[in-house]
């Protein structure tokens, strides 16, 4: 079964730039997504199709696919930016998702 | 705006059938581009797609999941339905229901707020 590897965890200080790397094989192939989540919330959608944006998601917010990464970029990281980060993908009529990236902003 | 709400028992026993129930609102579940599912997330730990239905019939279903799940689609009550039989502690999770996006990946772009589920005796 395909897998996406995220690394568990990145830090980063306010104001800086927090890049989160998802992995996959020939995943530049396929449609990242990337979702959100904040405790007790619902995930929230930040971006699609590898670089779009949905309607209301702040434009600090950027996503890159190539090869074999997806990328999600925050730039000016703000301290409402800390949550855990997943990514997604559809292979194989399934969804699958990244293992979540536990952002930290300090 | 789209809306879904998930609903059911908050407390099932080791190998009964959980059943919850999404109902949506503003937006027909039957406008083609969309597939309707579920996605879970155990306590602690990531989340765990568990498949999805079209208003067509269509189903897509998680491999590690699929014998024990059945998704249902009611287009006369805009109601997304969840099924997974023979329940263990394991399937103790928050089960979320989400809109996916058909052919582009199959992003989810709204979810339910979430209901949690304990497998409990």
């Known amino acids: 079964s395909y897998e996406l590897t995220q690394p568990p965890s990145v830090s980063v200080s306010p104001g800086q730039t927090a890049s989160i790397t998802c992995s996959g094989d020939k995943l530049g192939n396929k449609y990242a997504s990337w979702y959100q989540h904040q405790p007790g919330q619902s995930p929230v959608l930040v971006i699609y199709q590898d670089i779009k944006r949905p309607s209301g998601i702040p434009e600090r917010f950027s996503g890159s696919n190539s090869g074999n990464t997806a990328t999600l970029t925050i730039s000016g990281t703000q301290a409402m930016d800390e949550a855990d980060y997943y990514c997604?993908?559809?292979?194989?009529?399934?969804?699958?998702f990244g293992g979540g990236t536990k952002l930290t902003v300090l | 705006q789209v809306r879904l709400q998930e609903s059911g028992p908050g407390l099932v026993k080791p190998s009964e059938t959980l059943s919850l129930n999404c109902s949506v609102s503003g937006g027909s579940i039957s406008r083609s581009g969309y597939y309707w599912g579920w996605i879970r997330q155990p306590p602690g730990k990531g989340l765990e797609w568990i498949g999805i239905?079209?208003?067509?019939?269509?189903?897509y279903y998680n491999p590690s999941l699929k014998s024990r799940v059945t998704i249902s689609v009611d287009t006369s009550k805009n109601l997304v339905s969840l099924k997974l039989s023979s329940v263990t502690a394991a399937d103790t999770a928050v089960y979320y229901c989400a809109r996916h996006a058909d052919g582009s990946g199959n992003y989810q772009d709204y979810w339910g707020q979430g209901t949690l589920v304990t497998v409990s005796s």
């Open positions: 239905m079209s208003y067509s019939g269509s189903t």
């Open positions: 997604q993908a559809w292979d194989s009529s399934t969804v699958v």
